[in-house]
Structures are given as C-alpha cells and as structure tokens.
C-alpha cells in the first residue's frame, strides 16, 4: 500500500524539483546579467546581438535588391555632406518659388490660389505625420540594415513637448503679429472702420481690405475690393509685418533643413519637397499682399527675396546646434543602461539632447501652419462645391505624393 502511494507521489516530488531548481537558476541568471549602475552598453553593443545582426544582413540584402529609383533622384540633387545639402535644400525652396512671381500676374483668381494651398497643404501636414513626427520619437537610422530602440517613456514625453513648442511658438508669433497691425491700423483708421480676420499669419494685411460697406459687407473677401485698393488696400504697415512674419517663418523653414537632413539624407529630401509645395502658393498670396498694399511688381519680388534670407539664418542656426550638442565620439552611442537609470547625460537625465529636439519643434510649427493657419481659410471660403471638390482633391493629391515618397524610400 506504501509502495503503490510512493509510487503516484514520485512524479509530484520530480515536478516540485524541477521547479526549485529552474527559479535558483533564472536568479542566477538575474543577478550575473543584471549590470551594475556604471557598466556602459551602447548601441553598438546590442547591434551585433545575433538576432539584430541576423536582422540587419537580411535588411541590406533586400534593400539591396529592391533599389529605389527616389533614393537616385535624391542622391542627384544632394550630392553632399548633410551640412551642405541642407544650405542646397535651402537654396531649392527660396530661389525658385520667388522666381515664379517672374510669371506670376499681380492679382491671381483667388479659386486657383486656394486650390493650390490645398495641395500645399495635404503636403506639408502629410510630412509632419508620415515623416517628422515618427522620426521624432523613432529616429533615422544612418546606417543600412536593422537596429534595435529602446523605448524610454521619458524621453517620449520631452520629444512630444518639444511638438507642443513649436506649435505654440507659432501661435504666440501669430498672435503678435494681429495685436502689432491692430494697433497700427488703430492709429492709421481713427475713424473706427470694422477690419476683417483671416486665420493666416497674414491675417493683419488683410484686415485693411474691408471696404466701409453697410454690415452686408462684413463676410466679404478681401480679393473683392482689390480694384479700389486706394480706399481699402492693406496699408504699408501691414506689408512690414507680413514681411517680417514671413522672415521668421522662413528661418523655421531653415531649421527644418537643418535638422532633416542631419537626421537623414532621406527625411532631409522629402522635407525639401513639402516645404518647396508649401512656398509657392504662400510667396504668391504675400506677394499680392504687397503689391496691392502699393509695391511696384519689382519691389515685392525684391521684398521676398529679402525674406528668404531667413530661411539661411535658419539653416546655419540648425547647423550651429547640432554642432555644438553632437559628440562625435559618442554620437548614436548612448549608454543604455544610464538611459534606464535616468542618468544619461542628456535633459532631465534622459538621452534627449538640444539637437534632438529641432525636428519635433519644426514638426509643431509645420502642423500649426498647415491646420491652424492654413484650413480656416479655406474653411471660410466654402460658397462653391466645385471648388470644395477641387480643393479636396488636390488635398489628397499632395497626401498621395507624400505617401508615395515615405512609401518607396
């Protein structure tokens, strides 16, 4: 009787065994890989892993086969290192729109204008999400093949409030830039004529559009009145702030060159193209702001010129921070385990340092601009379905192009 019940309890005292035995040995194992707080393991280090070198081999070998027609395109137009291809990427967003006002007739049908804008806008805001904001918090990687990320929430949270920036740098630029041209119409209309607002960063040029109607007046566009711009033409001192709004939006432009291009050739490149679909049709409304605030034709293409030497300041600024906050010797190598410990030599104890941080502030600005800026006024200016339905397309027009190129690089 002794014998059968050892017998069926034998295999219970092998399991309870088992059990001791493989909890001593994973605290082993615990305590020997857990390492001490000063030990260093760097990216590089969890790179050549087996798996992620496996990873990265069958990587290359796809990419390799696959070859991408963009990645040619864009290795012809920025040949160079990422400090000059971003003074190059500068080069291609402020000459060329600025010569197209060359071609461009002093008043523009304000249908073709918006449409236009839609596509600049699906554009720009299809960078921010396809492009800007995942690199934000993901990074670039320089190199060819797989790589392995260590998500650290914190790091997370000043990525994403470094967004917030941006977007509310914009608001607070905007913002002053209506209370400067309220208070300047102020002086120069006495009388108390209503100004009308637009959503732009233009809005205080166009407030002196309104002609002195009765009150049926009062949700009348500003193109409508362009012919009697002597009685309601913007004044010069709405032309000098728009100008000097479009000065600092264009060095936002040269930091986003700056930043992109340093963070990859391929994030520099698609961020190139949508900030060129953006300047086109935001040079052409600025410059009939100026000539219908009385610039000759030569003089407002002058005056934008004079602007797009922001963009230049701006890219040389990015330059100049990612110079002075990147380590060479120990860029792209951070040490995980300060990361984890919240002792890395970035903010807060994080690895997050200040060159890290141009890209989502740009990406902040950008979608203020595109959703903040840009889409009330079209918003406002929906009287026509078929102009609704071209605005729409060429919305997606301008997503799909994006899509395509964050799709094939």
């Not at 050549?48 to 990587?59: G, M, R, T």
């Not at 190059?88 to 010569?99: D, E, Q």
């Not at 233009?202 to 049926?216: H, T, Y």
Request: hydrophobic share 45%; proline share 4%; aromatic share 8%.
């Amino acid at each position: 009787m002794s014998m059968s019940r050892s017998r069926h309890l034998l295999p219970l005292y092998l399991a309870l065994v088992l059990v001791v035995c493989a909890s001593v040995s994973a605290s082993v194992v615990h305590e020997k890989s857990t390492p001490p707080a000063g030990s260093v393991i760097t990216d590089a280090d969890v790179a050549s892993c087996a798996p992620i070198a496996a990873l990265s081999a069958l990587k290359i070998e796809a990419e390799s086969e696959a070859g991408s027609l963009l990645r040619t395109v864009f290795g012809v137009l920025f040949p160079f290192g990422p400090g000059w291809n971003s003074v190059l990427g500068t080069f291609y967003i402020s000459s060329v729109p600025n010569l197209i006002l060359a071609f461009i007739p002093a008043q523009i049908a304000p249908n073709t204008l918006n449409t236009m804008t839609a596509f600049a806008t699906g554009g720009l805001l299809s960078d921010v999400f396809l492009h800007l904001v995942p690199h934000s918090f993901t990074g670039e990687s320089q190199a060819s093949g797989a790589r392995f990320i260590l998500v650290d929430e914190k790091r997370n949270i000043l990525i994403g409030l470094a967004t917030f920036g941006g977007f509310a740098a914009f608001f607070v630029m905007e913002k002053t830039l209506r209370v400067l041209g309220a208070e300047g119409h102020d002086h120069s209309h006495a009388d108390g004529d209503e100004h009308a607002t637009t959503t732009a960063v233009e809005a205080s040029d166009a407030s002196g559009l309104r002609q002195r109607k009765g009150a049926k007046d009062e949700h009348e566009h500003a193109h409508e009145h362009e012919h009697e711009k002597a009685k309601g033409g913007p004044s010069k001192l709405s032309a000098y702030l728009n100008l000097f709004g479009d000065f600092v939006h264009n060095i936002t432009d040269g930091l986003a060159m700056a930043a992109s291009f340093y963070s990859s050739p391929l994030i520099g490149a698609t961020t190139t193209l949508a900030c060129f679909a953006h300047e086109i049709p935001h040079e052409i409304a600025d410059y009939s702001i100026l000539v219908r605030a009385g610039f000759s034709k030569r003089q407002a293409m002058m005056s934008q010129f004079g602007t797009a030497v922001g963009a230049f300041v701006g890219t040389f600024l990015g330059i100049a921070i990612h110079n002075i906050s990147s380590d060479p010797s120990s860029e792209h190598q951070h040490n995980l385990v300060d990361a984890i410990l919240g002792t890395a030599k970035g903010y807060l104890g994080t690895t997050v340092l200040a060159g890290d941080l141009v890209i989502p502030f740009v990406a902040g600005g950008f979608l203020y601009i595109g959703a903040v800026a840009v889409l009330p006024s079209l918003l406002e200016e929906s009287k026509s379905g078929v102009q609704a339905v071209r605005e729409f397309g060429a919305m997606a027009v301008g997503v799909g192009c994006m899509f395509l190129v964050a799709w094939n690089e």
